[in-house]
C-alpha cells in the first residue's frame, strides 16, 4: 500500500483550489527549475538544481536522463539514494490530485536502482536499494530491495532469494 496523506476537499475538485495547496510562485520557480534541468545535458548541473533549487534529496552519481519530470508541486517529497539511474522521460510524482480529495506521498528511492525509460513513480512509494524496473512501469506499490519489476500492473519478474 501507498504511503500518502489524505486531504478532503469541499467543492470544486482540488485542481481549481491548487494555489490553497501550494504557493503560485512556488510552482513558478518549480517549473522554471525542473523544465531547466530536464534539457541540461550536465547531470551535476541538474542534481545541483534538483538539491539546491528544489530541495530534493539527491545522492551521488545518481543520474537523471534526459526528459526526467519529477514533481512541481512537491519535489521536496522526493529522496533518491546514492548512484541511481532515472531513464529517459519518468516521471516521479509526490502528489494526486482526485475529484473530492488530494493525496501527498514522499517518494524514497534506494541506492543502486535502475528505473527504465518512461516509468511512472506514484506518490507514497518505496523502491528498494538495487532494485530494477522495467521501462514503461507503474510504481503504484512499494518494491523490495533486488526485485526485478515490470508491466502494468505492476509485476514482480524476479525476487531476491
Not at 1 to 16: E, H
Not at 78 to 94: E, R
Not at 95 to 122: C, M, T
Request: proline share 3%.
Amino acid at each position: 500500500m501507498r504511503k500518502t496523506k489524505r486531504y478532503q476537499v469541499q467543492g470544486a475538485n482540488p485542481l481549481w483550489q491548487l494555489y490553497q495547496t501550494v504557493s503560485f510562485w512556488k510552482v513558478v520557480k518549480n517549473f522554471v527549475v525542473i523544465q531547466l534541468s530536464r534539457y541540461t545535458p550536465f547531470l551535476s548541473w541538474k542534481n545541483w538544481m534538483y538539491r539546491r533549487l528544489l530541495r530534493m534529496e539527491v545522492g551521488e552519481q545518481s543520474a537523471f536522463a534526459l526528459m526526467v519530470m519529477v514533481d512541481i508541486m512537491f519535489p521536496e517529497l522526493i529522496k533518491v539514494g546514492k548512484n541511481c539511474v532515472i531513464g529517459y522521460n519518468t516521471t516521479i510524482l509526490a502528489h494526486e490530485y482526485l475529484v473530492d480529495e488530494y493525496r501527498l506521498g514522499e517518494v524514497r528511492i534506494g541506492d543502486g536502482v535502475l528505473i527504465g525509460a518512461n516509468s511512472i513513480i506514484l506518490p507514497g512509494v518505496t523502491i528498494g536499494d538495487g532494485a530494477v524496473v522495467a521501462a514503461g512501469t507503474v510504481v503504484h506499490k512499494d518494491i523490495a530491495a533486488g526485485c526485478f519489476v515490470g508491466g502494468n500492473p505492476m509485476q514482480i519478474i524476479r525476487e531476491v532469494e
